[in-house]
């Protein structure tokens, strides 16, 4: 198994635009968590699955946002109609157990001109 | 409320210094989780270790150690003859347990950005 792998790398986009990132978690892995960076700053809780059920949103997620994870393997976020506060780095995590660690893809840095 | 404080923004060193990371951390729990993650400069967050509130033993890693101490709430982070390899943002993180509700995410302190210069 490679890890956690998040694609795209690096995505910039007008605001208004709606962006999707992806994210494909260790196979094993039932439990997949969204996190996201901005600079200067440390990762913030997001959303978290377990398997294919959307268990825990945080405040920060605003009505924009969308999570997914269909057949609870891969998953999804969508931004709609982009702003530029959600300039950041979105992280993907996942890991066995509640409490145990969890493995980080390398990210999604999304840019809002 | 839950929270991680870790004050010190940047530290530069040079290379073979021992360097400590401090953490102090909130919880109301009495079970929770405190972990260390490093992030290089290629993004990826990169775990170091795990501890449990249970658990005050210290522990060692090779050059890395680690003092979890229960009375003042901190979980710091030794690095001995530090390398330019080293290098990095380390970021101390808390996961609360059953009654803090908690799936298992982590609150992450501010992180330390670590220079070490040859």
């Known amino acids: 198994d490679t890890g956690v792998s998040q694609n795209p790398r690096h995505k910039i986009t007008k605001r208004g635009q709606n962006v999707t990132f992806r994210c494909d978690p260790i196979?094993?892995?039932?439990?997949l968590y969204w996190y996201r960076q901005t600079l200067g700053q440390g990762p913030e809780f997001l959303t978290y699955?377990?398997?294919?059920?959307?268990?825990?949103k945080s405040r920060l997620l605003s009505d924009r946002f969308s999570a997914e994870r269909p057949k609870g393997s891969f998953s999804t976020l969508e931004i709609q109609r982009t702003e530029q506060g959600d300039s950041a780095m979105y992280l993907c995590a996942s890991s066995l157990g509640r409490h145990t660690e969890a493995f980080f893809g390398q990210g999604t840095r999304l840019t809002v001109v | 409320a839950q929270k991680v404080t870790q004050a010190q923004t940047e530290i530069s060193v040079v290379e073979k210094e021992d360097v400590t990371l401090d953490c102090v951390y909130e919880?109301?729990?009495?079970?929770?989780?405190l972990f260390w993650y490093k992030q290089p400069p290629s993004g990826e967050l990169v775990f170091l270790i795990r501890?449990?509130?249970?658990?005050?033993q210290n522990e060692i890693s090779g050059r890395y150690s680690w003092n979890f101490q229960k009375s003042t709430s901190s979980f710091n982070f030794t690095i001995t003859a530090s390398q330019v390899v080293d290098s990095a943002v380390y970021f101390c993180?808390?996961?609360?347990?059953?009654?803090?509700?908690?799936?298992?995410?982590?609150?992450f302190g501010k992180g330390t950005k670590l220079s070490v210069k040859p």
């Open positions: 196979s094993e892995h039932n439990r």
């Open positions: 699955f377990q398997n294919e059920a959307q268990l825990e």
């Open positions: 919880t109301r729990d009495t079970t929770y989780y």
């Open positions: 993180a808390l996961s609360e347990g059953e009654v803090g509700g908690s799936q298992g995410n982590l609150i």
């Open positions: 501890r449990n509130s249970f658990d005050e």
